[in-house]
């Protein structure tokens, strides 16, 4: 690892990441799947962090390209809708009702 743990909080584009841990990708799917990508890999350098506080800095370096590596993967064989990483895929439209919500009348006579 060429890095340090300094060098890398100082990071804040998804190419420079990759540069950062000489990983390659496809330009493509990450423009594409940016914001993604980053939320997946933020959620898992959290992960990281609250088990490896008080891990050495190649280690935890490691295990952050690691991250990387896999929410990049993650994202090239999965789509964002599948993924769920933002609130708004978790909400509920209003003033929709759902097919699914609808019980048939044969339903009903059962109850």
């Not at 540069?19 to 350098?45: C, G, M, T, W």
């Amino acid at each position: 690892m060429v890095g340090t743990l300094s060098e890398f909080q100082k990071l804040t584009d998804a190419e420079q990441y990759f540069e950062f841990f000489d990983l390659a990708y496809d330009p493509q799917v990450v423009n594409i799947n940016r914001l993604h990508i980053l939320k997946k890999f933020s959620q898992s350098l959290e992960e990281i962090d609250n088990k490896l506080a008080e891990s050495a800095e190649a280690e935890k370096l490691g295990f952050y390209r690691e991250a990387l590596e896999n929410s990049y993967t993650t994202l090239q064989t999965s789509n964002a809708i599948e993924q769920k990483l933002f609130k708004v895929f978790h909400q509920k439209p209003q003033n929709i009702v759902m097919l699914s919500d609808i019980g048939t009348d044969e339903e009903d006579e059962e109850s």
